[in-house]
């Protein structure tokens, strides 16, 4: 079993549609966990970062993380097509301890 | 601009031949990480150094090499390099406390092996 695991999609959706990504994961040991956009060819860009349970609102994106389920989400409402990207959560133990990325989420927003 | 550097940007060579890319960290970050990407496939961790010492190794061939300098700056050395080593190679760095525990990508050097 893979630590973390991700729907690779392909997802697509109408413009301003709400958008639900999610990836589980096995260690309940995993304390940090963030949420990457990536372009095509362009490296991961840091979107959500959050610490332990809880929500995490930043403009149109909402992280969650319900560790008793070990499962995170990220929400993005008002989608627009700039958001067609892949989408890659990650999570690690501690500070100095390796990351653990999923598989990425191949999203498109149709205008 | 994430402030990770990384060159060269594209690199085409010939099998069995060596490349170096070469990583820049954020300013003040101490731990560097290497990752490849395959077309259409998820990051692979391949190695990371803390400090200019090896923390963890990952999916690392024995054909790749690394090494972080004094300066902070990494480098990976590929040789005898196959056409399956054609991928996206990433840098990535941390300053390693608990307020920053994340980390954040170069853009990428594209290796093409011919």
């Known amino acids: 079993q893979k630590e973390v695991e991700q729907d690779p999609g392909p997802l697509s959706v109408p413009e301003g549609a709400i958008v639900s990504l999610n990836c589980t994961y096995s260690n309940s040991a995993f304390q940090y966990f963030m949420w990457y956009r990536q372009y095509s060819r362009k490296g991961p860009e840091l979107l959500m970062y959050t610490y332990s349970s809880g929500n995490k609102e930043d403009g149109r994106f909402t992280a969650q993380v319900d560790k008793s389920s070990k499962y995170i989400s990220l929400f993005i409402r008002d989608s627009q097509p700039s958001d067609s990207a892949t989408y890659l959560c990650a999570m690690r133990v501690n500070t100095g301890n390796q990351f653990y990325f999923g598989t990425g989420t191949s999203l498109t927003v149709i205008p | 601009d994430s402030g990770v550097t990384q060159t060269p940007k594209h690199l085409i060579t010939a099998t069995g031949q060596r490349v170096t890319l070469r990583c820049s960290p954020r300013s003040g970050d101490l731990s560097v990480y290497w990752y490849q990407q395959s077309l259409d496939q998820g990051l692979q961790f391949l190695i990371q150094?803390?400090?200019?010492?090896?923390?963890a190794k990952g999916n690392i061939l024995e054909r790749f090499s690394a090494q972080q300098f004094p300066d902070l700056h990494s480098e990976l050395n590929l040789s005898s390099l196959e056409l399956g080593d054609s991928a996206l190679y990433f840098c990535a760095s941390s300053v390693e406390s608990i307020s920053g525990n994340t980390i954040y990508f170069g853009e990428g050097s594209w290796l093409t092996v011919v």
């Open positions: 150094y803390y400090n200019g010492e090896e923390r």
